[in-house]
């Protein structure tokens, strides 16, 4: 009765044989695959072979496509943490993915929900207003704006 | 087909009288009261409804309730810190206010949840209140509008008692990520109560208000559930209206509920469901009266699950899984059984890929709904020389650790030459999952698993070591991937803390049977003998 609810559910097929996995000091037990384990997930895989050479992530120019200044200690900090998740979102690589159709929502909430085209006036545009830090009536000021060279 | 589940080993709990070591059921005594469809009132099924009885009757008024509330607030909060915000004033004035019209107007005062004290999580607009998102760069922000959620709790008659605490903008399985202060578990003040809606769970734990709202992307209201020993209800994806709710990952998000019992966050969901204009995600399905649903015990048979199939998710109970958490998942699955259910195993093959699928796609979608704490419209502003260097300052100064992680990771994750590498794939991903329940959910009428990999765990245990806390969002990362609803009751305890720590049953349905998952939870709840989860911080008067 399973096998037959299992045969219902598109088979994963691994591109590549999974690769050989390094046991970390102090990683908690069950990040380690086993037999229907909770999770294959393991931080220090090296994605596999087939899939193509992905570039680690180049912090500062994340940093910079962001908008958010790193100090250079927390860039230090962030690097390997940023590094070892990127890594394991890799498992994915190894999986084969082939017409299977990507989803971009749940699908729970039906049908297109358009609401009429008419404009109406929201009541408290004072209170938007008084959020603002540096407002100058009717200007929000904000410093000149540079062009990169 | 499969033999029915045997509860191995018997619970450990401090907090457990003693029974004979194989669960009997029997169904607790009912109270004198005409046989009727909707709920007798009993000692533990309905805060709500004997708070309305008091105002009817005029046992109690609006003002004495809502003291006596703030009274065991303010008692607990020193050591629970529940609450980013507590409008002491507004609560006292609004309950005067109830108070009156209830003379003047008699019965016709009291809206659903007259008189009812609710905690809304920090991530939820409330005009008249801070909304801080438990982030710095909101510090002192307030809305201009209620969210659409809070609003129809209002307009129900409740009384919106304070924010509480979350990690910030809804990141995080601790309540550590929270840019204001650290929320503790009511049943053992060096344990976390889970998050991100750490503090609404321990608000309702520690009864320092009748129930809240909270938020659910990943899990966030259904493991502080579990560790707090409260219900907590994630609502199918468009059942309640994002419309205020500070966005994280918008095609993740809800608005959840928490209770002291089914019959409380049922009767707050009926509140908050429905069609929203401001929210396009939102449903127009009929919103059914959830609470009335919920039989009362003596017109119960005495095998009311009967023939209801229940899928135990073999992937949840395996490797790396806390034995006492798989015992009382067992236990509450023997419960079941005896209930009248047929209760089997069931294996969803694509699990445990869920769980870096759900991290790519939320951190992607983060980093675009984070884009807005600029600056420059509202919150915390460093001024700078130029208008990168002021986003750069102002979102480095304002925004926590694990956020500017999450944008960082979305960031890489969406950008040009990976985006089919992980975004694409985490898409793909997801319409596994969402194939592997609706196959699932062909077969059995509900699933079932642990809300969380284990017991609620120390302060600071997992703080510096993301994996491992992304790790324990696997039993509950795949329902939102797929918009399920899923509702987390109560069914036992582990050992730990001074009264054993509690254990919450994940319940799974299918789109739109919340009503279906209430009715079952609301039964099982009834019928569990010997367990009490009121915290012992909370019992004293």
Partial sequence: ?149 | MPPPLQAHRLLISHRRLPTPARRRFTAVSSVQSPPAKTLAPGPAASSILSIRESLLSGERTAAEITAEYLSRLHRTEPSVRSFIHVAEAAAQREAEELDRRIASEGKDALGPLAGVLVGVKDNLCTANMPSTGGSRILEGYQPAYDATAVRLLREAGAIVVGKTNLDEFGMGSTTEGSAFQVTKNPWDDSRVPGGSSGGSASAVSARQCVVSLGSDTGGSVRQPASFCGVVGLKPTYGRVSRFGLMAYASSLDVVGCFGSSVFDTATILSVVSGHDKMDSTSSSQDVPDYASELVSLDSLESKPLNGLRIGIIQETLGEGVDIGVASSIKAAASHLEQLGSVVEEVSLPSFSLGLPAYYILASSEASSNLSRYDGIRYGRQISADDLNELYGESRANGLGHEVKMRILMGTYALSAGYYDAYYKRAQQVRTLVKESFKGALERFDILVSPAAPSAAYKIGEKINDPLAMYAGDIMTVNVNLAGLPALVVPCGFVEGGPAGLPIGLQMIGSPFSEGNLLRVGHIFEQTLQNFSFVPPLSSER
């Fill in chain 1, 1 to 149: 009765m399973l096998a037959a609810a299992a045969s219902a559910v598109p088979r994963l097929r691994l591109a590549a044989p999974p690769p050989p996995l390094r046991q970390a000091p102090g990683r908690i037990k069950w990040l380690l695959p086993r037999r229907r384990s909770l999770s294959s997930s393991v931080p220090n895989v090296t994605p596999a072979a087939g899939a193509g050479a992905l570039e680690p992530p180049d912090l500062p120019r994340l940093a910079n496509a962001a908008r958010i200044s790193l100090s250079p200690q927390e860039a230090e900090e962030f690097a390997p943490k940023i590094r070892q998740v990127v890594e394991w979102f890799g498992q994915l690589q190894a999986v084969d993915l082939e017409s299977i159709e990507p989803s971009l929502r749940a699908g729970t909430a039906a049908g297109s929900s358009l609401r009429e085209d008419k404009p109406e006036t929201f009541a408290k545009r004072d209170a938007i207003v008084d959020a603002i830090p540096s407002y100058d009536d009717p200007y929000i000021k904000v410093p000149r704006v540079l062009n990169k060279e």
